[in-house]
């Protein structure tokens, strides 16, 4: 289509019209002027205005680029555009005029003008040159929708939201008939917007009014167009929706927006990170964009669903260069693939390294030097790590140590490492290897005074190798769906609103600060359970069986944000604390413990291995978890 567009309007067609339009802008600008007044007398002037008018105006809408676009897609940024341009060449040229009508040659003035004409013509000139490349549009978008195929039966569809999004989402439906969906309402609760209409569609209603909505009007669909709903909002509009057997799609969170654009294309089925999004906090963008744009920036682990986030939110900031590191090469291929796309003017680079491999890990550092290092690599997996002790040791603690070492020797700024709540209080292997790791970097932030810090959160919906994931499998082969225990809980965050908020405590860094991520309020895993259920349209107990098989080694019921004993301040970030006075419990000889759990791991000494780490924790209690049992880790 674009092709067909350049053809039909050719930029030396633009340029013509542009000619005439001045003419006539000019002309018309002393007509109006000197309405009953002998234009005649003023002939010399309109002439001498038309052809300086031609030999500046044109140039300078040349230089605003108004010859290098396509019209037919033009929005409001081409009418400021428009605007700046037609104002800039007629400042240019009302300053020329004025310059000449008071020079003087052999003494009598070159011209004599009403110096309105000046405002006239600029006022005709906007109209004019913005009017033609608007009617561009108007002609494309004509032409587009009488070539674009009808569905023979549109459905009807309520839009949830009555914004930005909202509006766009409705915009999309009727430029593109084809999709067969017909907007017939808005819900808002914004009381200035009832009985309003936006693209022609009325605002019906507010939020509580859906139920009697879907009642009393033809509606077969509901689509949520408010990014920045939280969880309730989406939960509110699912139930009732479920009740009705109205099918219902969502608009992406505002976290998953970032960096994207908001567009039909993005409407998806409603998922549970949907019903568990929490209102977007404030944002320190400013304390960010220094942190980030233009820095070399290094993300370990970079294939993962953390990493991976890292680095397309880091993205969108302009880093100088950005390093994704990984162990597994099609996972960083993969992850590449997907920000070549979105981003691809951002240099790149790909290493896949073990951080395990000392000599490796200083080599990578030394040639990008990184000035801004997350630290996202790691076992996480609770069960697996009770049964391998040794890789836990391994690639948490001594792959930790090397990225701190390698950091330190090069003098990256900023490093920041991504903890758990597993790390507090911790009660299985893997808890307290993220742990020991906590306190290798809050070491190395103290003896070197750089940005050092850590950044704790819980679980996050729909990582690798978390629950959601396994429910789902479960659900698709026709369950049973198997939760460990009734009453087991768990804090739980979507992933690209975990990764905003790391993003802004790593801004918030001086060095030696272990920040914690706000959870909001514990889940059941029952009740994450059943709400997948519905959400794939099936009833718990009825369709889908859920069954209990028993807390697992090294669970506990519920996680620990805040430990014994411990303060926790505020922040400029409301959804972000900091633990005060976290150094005190570093051991003062923490490298030879370190290389002392490195050589148990080594020896395969495990229960040796369980013995020091608990002895080194305060609060740890690990010897007190039971031996794995490879048969319960699901």
């Known amino acids: 289509m674009k092709a067909n567009i350049r053809s039909r309007f050719p930029n030396f067609m633009v340029l013509l019209a542009d000619i005439i339009i001045t003419v006539i802008a000019i002309t018309a600008a002393f007509a109006l002027r000197l309405a009953g007044d002998t234009v005649t007398d003023y002939i010399g002037s309109l002439y001498w205005m038309i052809l300086i008018s031609l030999l500046i105006k044109p140039a300078i809408y040349y230089f605003f680029g108004l010859y290098r676009r396509l019209w037919a897609y033009a929005s409001i940024n081409e009418l400021t555009l428009i605007s700046a341009a037609v104002t800039v060449a007629s400042a240019v040229f009302s300053a020329v005029m004025l310059i000449l009508f008071i020079s003087r040659l052999n003494g009598a003035r070159i011209l004599n003008f009403p110096r309105t004409i000046l405002a006239i013509d600029w006022l005709l000139s906007l109209v004019g040159i913005g009017g033609l490349r608007f009617s561009f549009r108007l002609l494309a978008e004509g032409r587009a929708a009488s070539k674009k195929p009808i569905a023979k039966k549109a459905r009807n569809v309520l839009i949830i939201g009555a914004g930005d999004a909202g509006a766009l989402v409705v915009r999309e439906l009727q430029r593109n008939p084809q999709l067969g969906l017909h907007p017939v309402g808005y819900l808002d609760d914004d009381l200035a917007k009832q009985r ?270 978390s629950v959601v994931p396994l429910f789902k499998r479960q659900i698709a082969h026709g369950g049973p769906v198997t939760v460990t225990h009734p009453d087991m809980k768990r804090y739980f965050m979507t992933i690209p609103e975990a990764v905003h908020l790391v993003l802004q405590a790593a801004a918030m860094g001086q060095g030696g600060e272990v920040f914690m991520l706000n959870m909001g309020q514990q889940v059941r895993i029952l009740d994450l359970a059943e709400d997948l259920i519905r959400l794939s349209g099936l009833e718990p107990g009825k369709d889908i069986e859920i069954t209990f098989t028993g807390i697992r080694p090294g669970e506990k019921l519920s996680e620990d944000l805040w430990g014994d004993g411990m303060e926790y301040g505020k922040t400029i970030h409301p959804e972000i604390f900091r633990a005060v006075a976290e150094e005190a419990v570093i051991p003062h000889d923490l490298d030879k413990i370190v290389d002392e759990l490195h050589h148990l791991a080594q020896e395969g000494e495990a229960s040796a291995v369980i013995h020091l780490l608990d002895e080194t924790i305060p609060d740890g209690n690990i010897r007190a978890t039971p031996p794995a049992d490879l048969t319960s880790l699901v």
Not at 335 to 353: G, N
């Open 196 to 465: 309003h209409q936006i693209h022609g569609v009325p605002v019906v209603g507010k939020l509580t009014d859906l139920r009697r909505t879907l009642e009393h009007r033809s509606v077969n669909e509901v689509i949520i167009a408010i990014p920045s709903a939280g969880g309730k909002v989406v939960r509110l509009v699912t139930d009732v929706c479920r009740l009705k057997g109205i099918p219902f799609r969502t608009m992406p969170g505002l976290f998953e927006l970032i960096g994207g654009k908001v567009s039909v294309n993005r409407l998806r089925e409603v998922d549970i990170a949907d019903l568990l999004r929490r209102e977007p906090a404030q944002f320190q963008d400013q304390l960010v964009g220094a942190a980030l744009t233009g820095k070399r920036v290094l993300v370990t682990g970079a294939g993962g669903s953390i990493g991976f986030e890292i680095c397309r939110q880091i993205a969108r900031w302009g880093p100088q260069m950005l390093i994704l590191l990984g162990h597994g090469e099609n996972s960083i291929f993969e992850a590449m693939l997907e920000l070549r796309e979105d981003f691809p003017s951002l240099p790149f680079q790909l290493v896949i390294a073990d951080i395990r491999d000392k000599p490796r890990i200083h080599s990578v550092f030394a040639d990008f030097r990184p000035q801004v290092v997350f630290h996202t690599a790691a076992h996480k997996h609770v069960p697996l790590m009770e049964s391998n002790i040794e890789d836990a040791i391994s690639n948490n603690i001594i792959g930790t140590k090397n990225i701190v070492q390698a950091a330190s020797a090069i003098d990256t700024e900023l490093l920041v490492l991504i903890s758990t709540d597993k790390a507090i209080r911790p009660a299985n292997v893997m808890g307290a290897t993220k742990r020991i790791a906590e306190m290798i970097v809050l070491e190395a932030a103290h003896r070197t005074g750089h940005a050092y810090s850590v950044v704790r959160f819980g679980n996050v919906l729909g990582s690798r190798g």
